[in-house]
């Protein structure tokens, strides 16, 4: 079934709806692995758990279901939780969930709601390489149980590996961002983890002229704002290389 895709916005600029339907989950407690609960691969919505992904996840869903007078149409949330979880908003099962950034991010720029702004103004290159899940069945479950889902998966990272993308590399991003981050952009930090693409992600929210990250924080144990500048949190993990950065479309 073909699912509606809501293209209005609850504020002019999409970037502060984001950021101010993002700035709502404050303190909501971090929670990993909350859609892998159950045999069979169905939508989970739970606004009360998170971790980094889910929490963007449902931010860019209420920005994009907004109903006349400014509030979330749960209907239409759903629908758009599906469309930015599950690729081309079907659900077909554990591999049809878009488990890699990079195949994430490349189904919202196919599908009208997301746009690379890091493609754009960027000349940072790196190649895409991932093989993290079927190397690390232990992880997941849902995968370790299913040949069929693992050969699924192995195929897709196959074809995630031939790609390229745009980034900024960590000692490239200064402490007060750049003029083209926006509020409400969304982050995805690059690592250097063998077979991962991205390894955390959030909302770029600037405090003070500083850009910042407002994200689900496992270290914090909650959704909450960086104390330290994004560029700082880059410098301090030795895993991390850079970031990406997505906006939603207008
Ligand atoms: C994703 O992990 C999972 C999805 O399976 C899951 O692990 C992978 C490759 N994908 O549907 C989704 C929602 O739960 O999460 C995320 C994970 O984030 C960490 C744990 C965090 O909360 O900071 C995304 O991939 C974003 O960065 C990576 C990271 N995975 C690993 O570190 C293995």
């Known amino acids: 079934m073909a699912i509606?895709?809501?293209?209005?916005?609850?504020?002019?600029?999409?970037?502060?709806?984001?950021?101010?339907?993002?700035?709502g989950f404050l303190d909501v407690p971090y929670v990993p692995h909350t859609l892998d609960g159950e045999v069979k691969e169905d939508l989970v919505v739970n606004c009360d758990e998170m971790d980094c992904t889910t929490f963007v996840e449902y931010t860019l869903a209420m920005a994009l279901s907004p109903t006349e007078d400014g509030q979330v149409a749960e209907g239409d949330f759903a629908n758009n939780v599906q469309r930015i979880r599950y690729r081309d908003g079907r659900i077909d099962g554990y591999a049809s969930r878009l488990h890699y950034i990079t195949d994430w991010a490349e189904n919202g720029i196919r599908n009208g709601f997301l746009e690379d702004i890091t493609e754009k103004k960027s000349p940072y290159t790196q190649k895409v390489t991932v093989n993290y899940m079927s190397t690390h069945p232990e992880?997941?479950?849902?995968?370790?149980?299913?040949?069929?889902?693992?050969?699924?998966?192995?195929?897709?990272?196959?074809?995630?590996?031939?790609?390229?993308?745009?980034?900024?590399?960590?000692?490239?991003?200064?402490?007060?961002?750049?003029?083209?981050?926006?509020?409400?952009?969304?982050?995805?930090?690059?690592?250097?983890?063998?077979?991962?693409?991205?390894?955390?992600?959030?909302?770029?929210?600037?405090?003070?002229?500083?850009?910042g990250l407002l994200h689900a924080s496992s270290t914090e144990k909650k959704v909450t704002v960086s104390r330290i500048a994004l560029s700082q949190m880059l410098k301090n993990n030795d895993k991390w290389t850079g970031i990406r950065v997505l906006r939603l479309k207008k």
């Open 4 to 23: 509606p895709f809501i293209s209005t916005y609850a504020q002019e600029d999409p970037g502060e709806a984001v950021l101010s339907y993002g700035l």
């Open 139 to 211: 992880q997941y479950w849902k995968l370790a149980d299913s040949p069929e889902d693992m050969r699924k998966i192995k195929k897709i990272e196959n074809e995630l590996s031939k790609k390229e993308i745009h980034y900024i590399p960590e000692d490239k991003l200064p402490v007060n961002g750049l003029p083209w981050i926006k509020n409400g952009d969304i982050i995805a930090i690059t690592t250097n983890i063998p077979g991962l693409d991205i390894a955390h992600m959030g909302i770029a929210f600037y405090v003070d002229g500083k850009l």
